[in-house]
């Protein structure tokens, strides 16, 4: 067994890890990441798009994950899209160096400032406003696309059809940033360079024009020279001395899955950023086996973040459809918000299935009522969801409200053949907290009970942002490991 000293240790390389690498980085720090996933960009593999799947496609299994129509048979490999399934929820993230921002969709949204001061009472708004929000998106590289571009491609006409049928259902839409280069988009467009969201690649992972954090953060942490990443490492359990420094019990894996060798690694600081499934699970995990101290308030205050999916299917041959090119990065979203009766946010999506499915797909974005909870099962060695449809039901109301308004305007029947029913109330791209900030840790991440372990990811965020989540990971993540180095927390 190989033991291995480090000074501090990350766990996870997704958004909140790739956040406090480049900043204790910069601050003259050395730092060790361990990712499960594999290392994309330095094992020169492809990824591949969604009308091919291959290596890319799933985390160690014989079909792919994609949210419906799952035909393929694969060999199973460290893949970069992963999905945990519990009795009424399933769960997509992404795996590899970079986590999510390498499978997601790149929207890059800030939350409305009202909402953000109602999920964060405590925190200074201004101060994010005016600071970390435009942090988080200088640095992830957040653009928008150009309208002209928009009017003209043809495979935008999804957001296009989608956008004028909202307004004639009485619906406010909006631009959403992303983190995809558009002007890249623009050239792929015009064939001069290799084609990427125009070429059905997203889920599976971006060849070319994402600024995912292996090209951003992650990147910059890198130069410093002061960061070294272990991929296709899997931290199993988490023990704490008496001397107050962490022993990490992990396992190498090779791309099939197998372990190749057991590794201990000691650290004095630890920081936690597996995500909100994964940092969960270590926590709980380790409570379990070790004893590990964990509080009271872990694994509470969990939510969806509202995603409920949906769809619609044109029945009038005479619509047209939403194309059968389209890209894969989304640009359009309905904004009713500020409706008392009906708050959502949903994101116009894609369906590139390389024909004209006249299908249109949305992914609903609620507040959440009725918080879920994340526990340990002991005997099957897992974690738990206590999550039901008694979560879900104002979704489910919100989205027959949009669907039925929408038919009602523009025709068109829910798409029962997508979902059971017309309702993905299952499908969630976004599980929020359980570590919530300033109950499960302090106010800048630090974990009850603990002097040197601290949590920065998504599982600091109770449940629900009103958006698309990453930008405010990251804004929080910026937020709270500045702070932590002003405290000498890692002198
Ligand atoms: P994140 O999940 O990014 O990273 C955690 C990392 O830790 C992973 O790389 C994982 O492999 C690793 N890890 C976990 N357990 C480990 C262990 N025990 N040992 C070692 N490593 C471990 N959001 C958004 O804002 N806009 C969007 O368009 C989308 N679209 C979207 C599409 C799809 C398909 C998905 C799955 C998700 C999105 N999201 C999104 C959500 C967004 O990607 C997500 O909220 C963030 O990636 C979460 O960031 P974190 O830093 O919390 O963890």
Known sequence: QKEIEAPIIIIGSGYGGAVSALRLCEAGKKVLILEMGLNWEKSGIPFSNLLKPGK??????????????????????????????????????????????????????????????????????????????????????VNVIDEQFL???????????????????????????????????????????PRSALNTEVIYGNNY??????????????????????????????????????????????????????????????ILAAGTMGTLKLLLRSNAMNDFPIGQKVGKNWGNNGNFMTGRNFVNPLHGGTGAQQSTIPVGGVDNWDDKEHPFFTEIA?????????????????RVDKKGQVSYDKINKKIVLDWDKTNTEKMKENTDYFIKKMNKANGGTRAHLLFDNGFGANICYHPLGGCVLGEATNEYGKLKDHDNLYVLDGSL???????????????????CIENLIKQNEFA
Not at 227 to 237: A, K, S
């Open 56 to 141: 890319s496609a799933a985390w160690l299994r014989k079909k792919t994950i994609a949210p419906f129509m799952n035909l393929f048979n694969l060999t199973p490999f460290t893949g970069a899209l992963d999905r945990l399934e519990f009795e009424n929820i399933n769960i997509w993230m992404g795996r590899g160096v970079g986590g999510g921002s390498l499978v997601n969709g790149g929207m890059a949204v800030t939350p409305k400032e009202t909402y953000f001061k109602e999920v964060f009472p405590n925190l200074d708004a201004t101060k994010f406003y005016d600071f970390y929000f435009p942090l988080a998106r200088k640095e992830l590289k």
């Open 461 to 479: 965020i109770p449940g629900t942002i009103g958006v698309n989540p990453f930008v405010t990971i990251v804004a929080i993540s910026e937020y």
């Open 151 to 193: 009017n003209d491609c043809p495979y935008y006409k999804f957001t296009r059809v989608g956008e004028e049928e909202a307004h004639k259902a009485g619906f406010k839409t909006m631009r959403v940033p992303n983190v995809y280069d558009f002007k890249y988009m623009e050239k792929e467009y015009k064939n001069e360079v």
């Open 209 to 270: 024009g994402k600024n995912s954090l292996d090209k951003t953060y992650l990147k910059k942490a890198l130069d410093t020279g002061n960061l070294e990443i272990l991929d296709l490492h899997y931290v199993d359990n988490i023990k704490l001395n008496s001397d107050k420094t962490y022993t990490l019990n992990a396992q190498n894996i090779n791309t099939s899955g197998d372990v190749v060798a057991e590794k201990v690694f000691h650290c004095k600081k630890l």
């Open 350 to 366: 894609p369906l590139p299935m390389g024909m004209d499915v006249a299908t249109a797909l949305y992914l609903l974005i609620n």
